[in-house]
């Protein structure tokens, strides 16, 4: 069981959009910010989304992420084939001692 | 560039021990914590551990707690876990991830590793 909650599938056709939600607590999204990690199948995860909205450089701008309260999300507009696959949302979580917190990722499938 | 290359990961009998080891380049290494995440078979990420930039803030993730220990070796630059009383359950692929930023707490894993597996069995 995860400690932030995620659809665990969505989908779309190509140039559609997707929203995958990200739920969490006070503790954790309600108190630091949201990132996002895209992770194809058998590679390693690659930085999406830092800061709740920011973009590293080289990521397109079809990628956005917003955080309201204690819920994130993730946009992906004008869907692509190569956007299939698992996305993973996380925030520190202040509880205890302190630690970084999954979501048990989304599987975003291109119909 | 960027490049983070995890080794030591195998087979190991429950109850043993395994240290791993992340060599990096093409970035200031003593200027950003470092993390390790692991993903079992089939799962989602689990983040394992991370330490600062100077080594004065360490976490670990519940799981792990007294089992485990990060360190890094600045001048050598490179992360490394020892991994105690191994159980089933850590079994995985454990990536090493850098973070965006010198403390543990903060900042996003902005790069990582290829992975290396753990296989815990008898």
């Known amino acids: 069981q995860s400690v932030l909650t995620q659809p665990p599938s969505a989908s779309g056709t190509p140039g559609q959009t997707v929203t995958i939600s990200c739920s969490g607590t006070?503790?954790?999204?309600?108190?630091?910010?949201v990132k996002w990690y895209q992770q194809v199948p058998g590679t390693a995860p690659k930085l999406l989304i830092y800061?709740?909205?920011q973009r590293p450089s080289g990521v397109p701008d079809r990628f956005s992420g917003s955080k309201s309260g204690t819920s994130a999300s993730l946009a992906i507009s004008g869907l692509q084939s190569e956007d299939e696959a698992d996305y993973y949302c996380a925030a520190w979580d202040d509880s205890l001692n302190g630690s970084w917190v999954f979501g048990g990722g989304t599987k975003v499938t291109v119909l | 560039e960027v490049q983070l290359v995890e080794s030591g990961g195998g087979l190991v009998q429950p109850g043993r021990s395994l240290r791993l080891s992340c060599i990096t380049s093409?970035?200031?290494?003593?200027?950003?914590?470092m993390h390790w995440v692991r993903q079992a078979p089939g799962k989602g990420l689990e983040w394992v551990s991370g330490i600062s930039w100077n080594n004065a803030g360490i976490r670990y993730a519940d799981s792990v707690k007294g089992r485990f220990t990060i360190s890094r070796d600045n001048a050598k630059k490179s992360l490394y876990l020892e991994m105690n009383s191994l159980r089933l359950e850590d079994m995985a692929v454990y990536y090493c991830a850098k973070g965006r930023g010198v403390v543990v707490r903060r900042d996003a894993f902005d790069m990582w590793g290829q992975g290396t597996m753990v296989t815990v069995s008898s």
């Open positions: 093409g970035f200031t290494f003593d200027d950003y914590a």
């Open positions: 800061r709740s909205n």
């Open positions: 006070n503790s954790n999204i309600g108190s630091n910010t």
